[in-house]
C-alpha cells in the first residue's frame, strides 16, 4: 500500500522512549495518534498481557494503522532475564495485539523488530540484507528464547490474514530519550567501556528511528521486513566514547571484554559484530537518516540539550 492519506494509527508503546518519537513522526506527517498502554496518558488504556481486556478496551473504535511499539525495557537489559517480559510480548502480546488490531477493521499493522533478529555472534564485514535468514535457532536456551521472540513477532505480522504485516528491524538507539541516562553515568565513571577489537554494531537515531515508522505506515509493502540503521556502524565502547567527548564528560574506563560476563545479556550484545544495509529501506519507503552517523546525531543532541 503506498498511499499519501492520513491514517488513524493506534500505537501500542506510545509512553515508550521510541513511542513518542514515533508519536511525533505520525502527528507531523498529518496522521491521528491514539496510544494503547496501561498507563493514563494513553487513549486506550489496556495491557497487551491481558487478551481479553484488551478486546474489551478496543470494543467499539475503528482504526487504519496499528504500530507494535511496546516493550517491557524500562533501562538497557544486563541479564537475560531483564529481556523475558519483553519476550513475551513479541509473542503473546503480538498475537493478542493482531485480534485487537482485526476488531478495529485495521489494515495494516506494523511492528517493531531488532537486528539481533539475525542472531547473536561476530557476522564479518558483509553487511546483512533482509534477504539473510532472520530468527535462526538460538545458541543456548536464553537466546533461543529472545530469539524465538522476535521470530515470532515477525510471522504473527506477516502471517495475519487481513493485515497488511510490515517489520522493522532497528538497529540500537540513541539520541533524546535514550542517551540521556548514560550522562550521569558517564559523570560519575559509573559506566566502563569494554574492549571493542573491531568489533561494531548498527545504530540508529530516535527521530530518524521515528520517522522511519511513519514512511512505513505510509509506504511499506506489504509482508516486507525493512533495516532501519545510519550509515556507520560503531562499537559500544566507540559509540561510549563519543558521547563523553561531545558532552564534555570523563572518558569512560576500559576494561576487558572478559570482565562483562556477570551481565550475560550485555556480555552477548558487546561480544557480538554486525553490519547491516539499510538501502531497501532508502529505496522503498524514500526514509534515509537525518544522522547518518552518531557524530551527527549526538551533535545535534547536544546542541538541544544547551539551548
Do not use: C
Not at 505506515?217 to 558521547?243: K, S
Request: cysteine-free; hydrophobic content about 40%.
Amino acid at each position: 500500500m503506498t498511499t499519501n492519506q492520513h491514517h488513524n494509527v493506534l500505537l501500542a508503546g506510545a509512553s515508550g522512549v521510541l513511542g513518542r518519537h514515533i508519536a511525533r513522526a505520525l502527528t507531523d506527517a498529518g496522521h491521528k495518534v491514539t496510544g494503547l498502554g496501561r498507563g493514563e496518558g494513553n487513549g486506550v488504556r489496556a495491557d497487551l498481557m491481558d487478551r481479553d481486556a484488551l478486546l474489551r478496551a478496543v470494543d467499539g473504535q475503528h482504526f487504519d494503522t496499528v504500530v507494535h511499539a511496546a516493550t517491557a525495557l524500562r533501562k538497557p537489559p544486563v541479564r537475560h532475564r531483564d529481556m523475558y517480559a519483553t519476550d513475551a510480548l513479541r509473542t503473546e502480546g503480538t498475537a493478542h495485539l493482531i485480534e485487537a488490531a482485526r476488531a478495529t477493521g485495521a489494515r495494516r499493522f506494523v511492528t517493531e523488530s531488532m537486528v539481533f533478529g539475525y542472531g547473536y555472534g561476530d557476522f564479518g564485514d558483509q553487511p546483512i540484507t533482509e534477504d539473510d535468514e532472520f530468527g535462526p535457532q538460538g545458541t543456548d536456551p536464553e537466546l533461543e528464547r529472545h530469539l524465538a521472540g522476535m521470530r515470532v513477532k515477525e510471522q504473527l505480522t506477516f502471517q495475519a490474514a487481513g493485515l497488511e504485516g510490515v517489520a522493522l528491524r532497528f538497529g540500537l538507539f540513541y539520541g533524546p530519550g535514550g542517551t540521556d541516562a548514560l550522562l550521569p553515568l558517564l559523570r560519575k565513571r559509573r559506566l566502563p567501556a569494554p574492549a571493542d577489537h573491531g568489533r561494531v554494531l548498527p545504530w540508529v537515531e530516535l527521530t530518524d528511528a521515528g520517522r522511519a515508522v511513519a514512511a512505513a505506515v505510509e509506504h511499506g509493502r506489504a509482508g516486507q521486513a525493512y533495516n532501519i540503521a545510519d550509515r556507520t556502524p560503531m562499537g559500544f565502547r566507540a559509540h561510549l566514547l563519543r558521547v563523553a567527548e561531545e558532552f564534555g564528560l570523563p572518558k569512560p574506563m576500559s576494561v576487558p571484554l572478559w570482565l562483562t560476563r556477570p551481565m550475560a545479556y550485555a556480555h552477548t550484545m558487546f561480544s557480538s559484530s554486525m553490519r547491516v544495509s539499510a538501502q531497501k529501506a532508502e529505496r522503498d519507503l524514500g526514509w534515509t537518516p537525518v544522522y547518518p552517523s552518531g557524530r551527527e546525531g549526538l551533535a545535534a543532541l547536544r546542541a538541544a540539550t544547551t539551548r
